[in-house]
């Protein structure tokens, strides 16, 4: 999922002591942080569909809030000096996204989908016991052509070891088309609904996520929560090596972005990597764009495109999943 920086082995005496005073600056900053991650981030979460009776978006505690704080803080406070040293070593060691646990991350599923060209992979979330959201284009190719199988993998960061499920009921929003939905002016609908065959079986490493039904997300209300991306895309430049364990990223919404504004209703939104040179690429397709809300995960949005190559200064588009929320409910809950 995150296109890297890469670092030398060799000559990296001069950043220690840069690296020392960031240190220092973060162990000063810390309780003021604790203080405005506790308080700037809104405790009163958007609404949420029901469409489970079990609970949504339990997974990291508090905590993970206010490190996502503190790290944002530390981007900012000491990134750019790093960054220019980090900048001129660009080979031999591979900086970016992180691997997730999927006790952090359990409603996430990934996705194999079979088309005549060949298979494509695909990232998506757990929103009831029956029922995954992706994006369009994960299972309807350019061609129009529906994918002949969709296979899905959940409850392991390993996307080898996940239990796999083969769907037989999954469909694109009736108005995607995929010649238009990343085009300026075009509406989207760039979503996609997965059924199980069988419930799963909620437990620590599968769990619903919520999905609002309205939201804020372009707004500056939710600057300080802690936002991420999930996926198992690529992690190389060359856009070759998949990822086998879930990758994460802290993110941040990019509020009236001119790269999202352009389309139609609101529908999409743009995100910036919070680290230089990380990226989400091919397969994080469908994959979440996650806010958290008073400790609860929701589904805000879904991959939908991205500048080419992945890494670049133009932001990442992703679905807005609340304008889609009377579509979602009429099929999950009919």
């Given at each position: 999922m995150n296109k890297s920086v890469i670092l030398p082995d060799s000559n990296m005496k001069d950043l220690v002591p840069m690296k020392l005073l960031a240190f220092v600056s973060l162990l000063f900053l810390l309780p003021w942080?604790?203080?405005q991650a506790?308080?700037?981030?809104?405790?009163?979460?958007?609404?949420?569909?029901t469409l489970t009776t079990h609970s949504c978006g339990s997974s990291l505690s508090k905590?993970?809030?206010?490190?996502?704080?503190?790290?944002?803080?530390?981007?900012?406070?000491?990134?750019?000096?790093?960054r220019s040293s980090i900048e001129e070593r660009q080979e031999a060691?591979?900086?970016?996204?992180t691997n997730a646990a999927i006790f952090g991350a359990p409603w996430m599923?990934?996705?194999?989908?079979?088309?005549?060209?060949?298979?494509?992979?695909?990232?998506?979330?757990?929103?009831?016991?029956r029922w995954i959201v992706t994006a369009a284009h994960c299972i309807v190719n350019q061609n129009k052509v529906k994918a002949s199988s969709v296979t899905v993998r959940v409850g392991s960061a390993n996307k080898n070891t996940g239990t796999a499920i083969a769907s037989a009921n999954y469909f694109a929003h009736p108005d995607y088309n995929p010649a238009t939905y990343n085009m300026t002016g075009s509406a989207g609908n760039d979503i996609a609904l997965?059924?199980?065959?069988?419930?799963?079986?909620?437990?620590?490493?599968?769990?619903?996520?919520?999905?609002?039904?309205?939201?804020?997300?372009?707004?500056?209300?939710?600057?300080?929560?802690?936002?991420?991306?999930?996926?198992?895309?690529t992690t190389d430049k060359a856009n070759t090596i998949y990822a086998t364990l879930l990758q994460t990223q802290n993110v941040t919404v990019v509020a009236d972005s001119p790269d999202c504004s352009s389309f139609t209703g609101g529908r999409i939104i743009c995100v910036q990597s919070d680290v230089s040179g990380s990226e989400v690429c091919d397969g994080d397709d469908g994959g979440p764009l996650v806010v958290w809300y008073a400790n609860r995960a929701y589904l805000t949005g879904m991959l939908s495109f991205g500048p080419f190559p992945c890494v670049g200064a133009k932001p990442d588009q992703y679905t807005r999943a609340s304008t889609y929320a009377d579509w979602v409910k009429s099929n999950v809950n009919p």
């Open positions: 942080g604790i203080l506790q308080a700037d981030c809104p405790s009163t979460a958007p609404p949420t569909l905590k993970s809030s206010i490190l996502a704080w503190l790290g944002r803080l530390f981007s900012g406070f000491v990134g750019a000096t790093l060691r591979i900086v970016g996204g599923a990934y996705i194999e989908a079979v088309f005549p060209e060949g298979p494509t992979i695909c990232s998506g979330s757990i929103v009831s016991e997965i059924q199980l065959p069988t419930s799963l079986t909620f437990g620590t490493t599968i769990q619903p996520i919520c999905y609002p039904s309205s939201d804020t997300v372009t707004g500056s209300t939710i600057s300080t929560c802690d936002q991420k991306v999930f996926g198992w895309g």
